[in-house]
């Protein structure tokens, strides 16, 4: 019953958000902000400075809750990569 619950949810923000073929993913937030701290970018790994916008997303993946930042950049870049992926299939 959950589950079906989260796929809708999904759906509904598809726009918003991207699909991973890794099962159980469910993006619960994705959000820019301006960083007040540094933070460190989990697709580059290269630092966020603090001042700079940056992607923040929040997720759960097989029970495990995720947090990350990304350079607003690295998270385009990363969401056009998983749309092509999807189109492929
Ligand atoms: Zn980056």
Not at 6 to 29: A, C, H, I
Not at 65 to 89: G, L, P, T
Request: with cysteine.
């Amino acid at each position: 019953m959950l589950k079906r619950i989260d796929r809708e949810q999904q759906t509904k923000r598809v726009n918003m958000t991207y699909k991973t073929t890794t099962k159980g993913f469910t993006p619960l937030s994705i959000r820019t902000h301006k960083a007040r701290k540094a933070h460190t970018c989990v697709k580059c790994s290269k630092t966020v400075p603090k001042g700079d916008n940056y992607t923040k997303t929040v997720a759960t993946e097989d029970n495990m809750f995720m947090s990350n930042a990304w350079h607003s950049s690295c998270f385009v870049d990363h969401s056009e990569y998983i749309d092509d992926c999807n189109k492929r299939q």
